[in-house]
């Protein structure tokens, strides 16, 4: 026994080293960072999404991983967002406690390919300061999509020349077996002409409360479309229709081809009773199916023959109506103008032509400001409002004003006139010292009023320079009212002197007074009210961006992309470089998953909102 006992003391410091290398290790394999790459069940099919995360372990909290990776060689690879996660836990072996902390990140991202193939996705590499780690690249194995006897969609779109601007509609139908509408777990519609927002600006009318609506994939995010369901029989079978719409407005001309629609059902094999007794999914398959491509081909409004008054109107049935806030004035009076567009076509791009052009004011008659006019859209028709200064008094009406846009079912410009409206306009009286009435006291001290001209030429006229009548009253007609600069001379009189000093300095400084005023007056009437419209949004807008400082991250994002996005509406020529890309940043904040985008709103962030909002009000002022 003592022997063994000096073995167990020989071995302690042995099994003390053995403990610390063992506890070493364990820390090495709990702090080692990996990164894997983890994406949703095949197959997979050409249009469909297919979600693929990249899961990291081992790194620290602060700063966020930098992942790096080189495009796919074919198809869409869209980022999603981030979902960090932390994890904490205490242990506690013989006595001793043990802290440990994992730390996950998970980066999301969105793949489609429109073309079957074998595609390979990654590495992805990770970066945090000086550690780098990389995932497995992944192989996966896109198949075509085929006709299917159960399932068809199709899209389909006029046939006549479309022009930038104009309006065109983009219908989706999609019929399937009745059989699947109840077993139908989820589908995923594709439709590649709504992915090109390079090429397009979309028009969309959501469902209201209660409508049917389809759900269709996007590189944007998934949108919901106002459709319709009905039954109808196809070579001797019942299908299930679905039918929606999608207004489309080209920005270029151009032909374009575009892929064939898609859709890829999640049919229901087998199910399963809940423990409430509801049957729940157990299995399930695709069923595939895959449209026809098209082609659309977008044509330039033609050059030779486009009239002055052609302001981009594309459509039909364009009409022009004007009205006035006057019928009887002087000459010089400011006249407001204000001009109501309707048609069915490209009310939100269409403009006014410059008013002082051809087809418009004549110039010698009527004095408008240049150029042309931003208008307001309102249900259905856009108005534009003008002030006009009529300069002769022999104009006796507002003559048709013309106005021109290319009709696209007649491939050719129609010209429009606005009606008539008649003036009365008289001539501006100009009034004069000489026709200024003073009261004058004539011999016998009885008095009277005559003009300045009566009194000069009359026995009581009082001589130039001199400011008083025979009676000692002020008389002011052909008064010396020259500025005089010698103190003394203005000093030199006594109390009565002092009097008529001031009161000729106070009727020097009134007509300054009254010039400046009427300036100032001027100016305001002379006022664009749409300019002064936008200035009020732009200032309330700025407003909207100054407050959203002390809200939450997220929504604070959301008030800053839609100020910017108002007040980019009112004038959009003023597009700073940066918008864009700061709005998208605002957007994945905005719309990311709940708990992802917490926190605070960064002073930067609120800092370049505010930068935009002025970028945006300079540029609508130049």
């Known amino acids: 026994m003592p022997g063994r006992r000096r073995i167990d003391q020989g071995l302690a410091p042995m099994r003390v080293l053995l403990i610390g290398i063992a506890a070493l290790a364990v820390a090495n394999v709990a702090g080692a960072q990996t ?21 990291t372990e081992g790194f620290e909290e602060e700063p966020t991983p930098e992942i790096r990776f080189d495009k796919p060689q074919s198809g869409r690879l869209d980022f999603l967002g981030i979902n960090p996660s932390v994890r904490s836990s205490i242990s506690i072996v013989n006595g001793r406690m043990t802290r440990t902390k994992q730390v996950n990140f998970t980066y ?16 992805f590499q990770v970066v945090q300061g000086s ?27 006029t046939d006549a020349p479309v022009y930038p601007g104009q309006r065109m509609e983009v219908e989706i139908e999609w019929a399937f077996d009745p059989d699947l509408h109840d077993r139908m777990r989820s589908y995923r519609i594709e439709i590649p002409i709504f992915n090109r927002s390079d090429l397009f600006r979309y028009v969309d009318d959501p469902p209201r409360p209660g409508e ?31 039918k929606a719409k999608r207004t489309l407005i080209p920005l270029q001309p151009g032909e374009f081809d575009f892929a064939a629609p ?4 999640d049919e229901v094999t087998r199910w399963r009773r809940d423990l409430f007794g509801q049957r729940t999914p157990q299995g399930t398959r695709k069923v ?26 594309i459509g039909r049935g364009f009409s022009l109506e004007i009205k006035a806030n006057r019928s009887v004035l002087q000459v010089g009076d400011p006249i407001e103008l204000e001009l109501e567009l309707r048609g069915d076509g490209n009310l939100e791009s269409a403009g006014m032509p410059d008013l002082a052009g051809p087809g418009g004011l004549d110039p010698q008659l009527f004095r408008v400001p240049s150029g042309g006019r931003a208008g307001i859209l309102e249900d259905g028709s856009k108005s534009f409002r003008v002030q006009a200064r009529v300069l002769d008094a022999s104009v006796r009406e507002i003559p048709p004003l013309a106005y021109s846009y290319f009709d696209t079912d007649k ?42 001209q009566e009194q000069r030429a009359g026995k009581d006229a009082v001589p130039l320079g001199d400011s008083r009548s025979a009676s000692g009253r002020l008389v002011l007609s052909g008064a010396n009212l020259s500025v005089v600069r010698e103190p003394a001379k203005l000093t030199r009189a006594g109390s009565a002197g002092g009097s008529r000093a001031g009161l000729i300095a106070f009727l020097h400084v009134l007509p300054l007074c009254a010039i400046a005023a009427a300036i100032w007056i001027r100016r305001r009437a002379d006022l664009d009210p749409t300019v002064a419209s936008r200035r009020s949004l732009h200032r309330r807008e700025r407003e909207r961006i100054a407050a959203a400082a002390g809200a939450p991250r997220a929504e604070a994002m959301a008030t800053l992309a839609d100020a910017l996005r108002t007040m980019l509406k009112a004038a959009p020529e003023a597009r700073p470089a940066k918008l864009d890309a700061f709005l998208a940043e605002c957007d994945a904040v905005a719309y990311a998953p709940p708990g992802t985008a917490g926190g605070a709103l960064e002073p930067a962030a609120h800092e370049m909102a505010m930068e935009l909002a002025r970028a945006i009000e300079e540029g609508a002022e130049r």
Do not use: C, M
């Open 262 to 265: 898609t859709v890829v059902i």
């Open 411 to 452: 491939g050719e410009y129609i010209t429009v006139h606005t009606q008539p409206i008649a003036l009365s306009v008289r001539r501006a009286q100009i009034v004069t010292a000489d026709d200024v009435v003073s009261p004058v006291r004539q011999e016998g001290g009885t008095g009277s009023l005559r003009s300045n």
């Open 212 to 242: 049917t609506e389809l759900s269709v994939q996007t590189s944007k995010g998934e949108i919901a479309l106002r459709a319709s369901v009905t039954e109808r029989v196809e070579s001797g079978q019942r299908v299930k229709v679905v």
């Open 108 to 123: 999301r991202y969105r793949y489609s390919s429109s073309t079957p193939r074998s595609v390979t996705i990654g590495p």
């Open 35 to 55: 990164a894997q790459v983890k994406v949703s069940p095949g197959p997979y099919f050409q249009g469909e999404t297919i979600e693929v995360h990249v899961v």
């Open 131 to 157: 550690t780098r780690v990389s995932s497995r690249p992944l192989r996966i194995q896109i198949q075509p999509l085929g006709k299917n006897k159960r399932v068809r969609i199709d899209t389909r779109w």
């Open 288 to 313: 595939p199916a895959i449209g026809s491509p098209a082609r659309l081909v977008v044509r330039d409004v033609p050059a030779e023959g486009r009239p002055p008054s052609y302001a981009g109107a």
